[in-house]
Each structure stands twice: as structure tokens, then as C-alpha cells.
């Protein structure tokens, strides 16, 4: 009876550390392997962004890889379509989470869908690395998984904002905005900053990324006697209100964010966008570049990928390099806790393209709050300002 006992015993034991040690294993995280995800726009109106995004990713991350991984593991990036919707974004992310057990979010396309995904995310313990949103959310209110890279659309608006009223008299502002959680954005920031400066916002308009039509719009702006127009537009929505407002023979000042800062808005046919200009915590690359390093990136993007690289690219291969680095602090020994003090102990970190620098801490999860001014010259974008808040 005592030896039946100690059998039973034995097996209760070997079972409750069995469950033990499946629940202490690292989810995402094999002897020789990293599982990332990434939900981002594949197809929709905004894969101009998502492609060459996981081409980025994926580029660096290939890298990593044929030298050996790190630590001795390889990543492995599942890539999922959003098509730039919530539901399509919910849905890609339960996968990720549930099904492909990433260890880590990197890179999630789109303000709303990050804001519908992180609740569950962040439940499920996993990291959201650097997401292409720079809405405010993405690092507020603080929370240990969360990480952003650059400045927030908030922060480049507000920062775009003074610099005009305080070196080009621009005092009667007006802002175009989607009527998403990424517009109202832009508009805050407008608001807010009008608010300190003690300026009234002119007239604003709000309409759906979809939209085509910015007749009325336009209309509504230039009656209000603006004298700069913030936008908070991506590619087509920037592109085709800005055209309608030159046809109109309206040759007011147009500032975009980040969203609007990509070769689709500046290359625009027949030189469109002449003049538009936009605020960016990062520098554009061409195959001209005057750096060997950079215009090997573009050679070596454009011959592994067969086009030459776009903005987006260049975003999606550094916060991918921002991530191996951090795997490298983690150690061996990958723990969510150990890639949360690989990122934190990433200081002064400067990008190969020439972007402010980023730094994190135990109590600082933006890397940059600092923007520049860039403006579409010959279908390129060019820096016209230096490094500034607001």
C-alpha cells in the first residue's frame, strides 16, 4: 500500500513539474528558432506602406539569419494581411497570437487596428515592438510591452506647427484629417498647440480614408482664410486635395506627417506635389545617396526585391535592426523579461540613414520625440530643417 503510495505519489510529482516547465517555456522561442508576427497591409488602399514594410523586416531580419541567427537562433517572420481594417487586423492577430505563438508583435500597420489588437496582445504577455503608427497610444499610458520607435504624429504636428507660426507668421491655421483614431491625431495637435500660442484654428474637415472627391473640402478651407493647412492624410488622400487646391489656384502651405512622407506622394505624376511638405523623424534614401552605406542598403533592397526601395522599406529594416540588437542585449536565455532589458539597455542608437537618435530606459518607450521638415523638390524629398520639438 505505501509502495502504491509512493507511485502515486512519484506521478503527481512528475506531472506538476511536467506542467511547470511547460509553462515556464519562452512561447515563440525553440533551441533554434525566434517566432516574430506582424500585421500589416498586404493589399488595400494603404499597401504602399505594408509591402515594402515586410520587405524591410524581412530584410534585415535575412541578415541576421545567414550569420547565424542570434544567439544561435534564426527568426522566423509570419506575415499576416490586415488590408488596413480593424476586423481583418483582429483577426490576423488572434492567429499570430493564438495559432503561430509569436514571441513578439513588430511593426503593426495602422493606428485603429493597433488600438483594437493591443488589449488582447497585452494580455497574452506578448511585446509590441515598433508599430507603423505613430499615434500616442502606442506608448501611453506607459505599459513595459510597449515600444515605439520615433516621434508621434502628435509630436511632429505640434512641432510643425510652432515652427511655422514662429519663423513663417503662420497664425490661422486649418487641418484635413481622416476621421479615424489617426486623423484626430493631427487635429489635436492643431488644437493644442493653437491653444498655447494662443491662436483659433480657421476651419477644419474631416472625411473617410476612402474619399476621392476634396472639392467641398478644399472649398471649406481656403473660405476660412487659412494661411497653412496640417494634414492627416496617408498617400491618395494627401495627393488629391493638394492638387485640387493648386487647380483652384489656392497656393497655401500644406504640412503632412510621417503618414504622408513616402515616394507614392512625392513621385506623383507629373509632378503634383511640387512644394508639399511633411514632418519626419526619418531620412529618405536614394540610390544617389551620398553615403556607400546607404546606397549599398538601396542596391542590395533593390536587387533582392527587383524595385528600389521606398520609405516604408527603410522604417521596416531599422526597427528590425533596433530588434536584433535587443535579442543580442537579451542573451542566450530569451525571456520576454530578458528582450524587454535588451531594448531598455539600447542607447544613442543611430540608424545607417541619418534619423534623430534613439535611446530607451526601465521608464522611456519612445526612442525620439525629435522631427524635421522636409519638402517634395523635383519628385524627391529633401530636408529643409534640422531636428526640432516642439
Known sequence: MKSTMKMIGAAAAAAVLAVTGANAAQRGVTDDEIILGVHTALSGPVAVWGVPEAEGLRMRFD??????GVHGRKIRLVVEDNEYQVPKSVQAANKLINRDKIFAMIGGLGTPMNNAVLPRQLAAGVPNLFP????????????????????????????AYKLFAETRGK???CTMYQD????????????????????????????????KDFTA???????????????GTIVSDTIIPYVTARKMGWDVDFVGSIATYNGFTAGAK?????????????QMAYGDDPSEEVRNWYNAYSEAFGKNPDF??????????????????AGSDLTTEGLINGLEAIKEYRDIFGGPVASFGPDKRQGSDESFLSQVQNGRWVRIGENIGY
Request: charged share 20%; hydrophobic share 40%.
Open 132 to 159: 507603423f503608427s505613430s499615434a500616442r497610444q502606442m506608448y501611453q499610458p506607459f505599459h513595459k510591452l510597449k515600444f515605439v520607435a520615433g516621434s508621434t504624429y502628435y509630436d511632429q504636428i505640434r512641432a
Open 217 to 231: 473640402s478644399i472649398t471649406k478651407l481656403r473660405e476660412a482664410g487659412c494661411d497653412v493647412v496640417y494634414m
Open 171 to 173: 497664425t490661422k491655421p
Open 63 to 68: 541578415e541576421a539569419n545567414a550569420k547565424g
Open 180 to 211: 479615424t483614431d489617426f486623423g484626430r491625431e493631427i487635429e489635436f495637435g492643431v488644437i493644442d498647440q493653437a491653444k498655447e500660442m494662443g491662436h483659433t484654428v480657421a476651419g477644419e474637415t474631416a472625411h473617410k480614408p476612402t474619399d
Open 312 to 329: 516604408p522599406a527603410q522604417l521596416g529594416y531599422i526597427i528590425a535592426d533596433m530588434t536584433v540588437i535587443a535579442l543580442e542585449n
Open 270 to 282: 507629373g509632378g503634383v506635389t511640387e512644394g508639399f511638405m511633411a514632418m519626419t523623424g526619418f
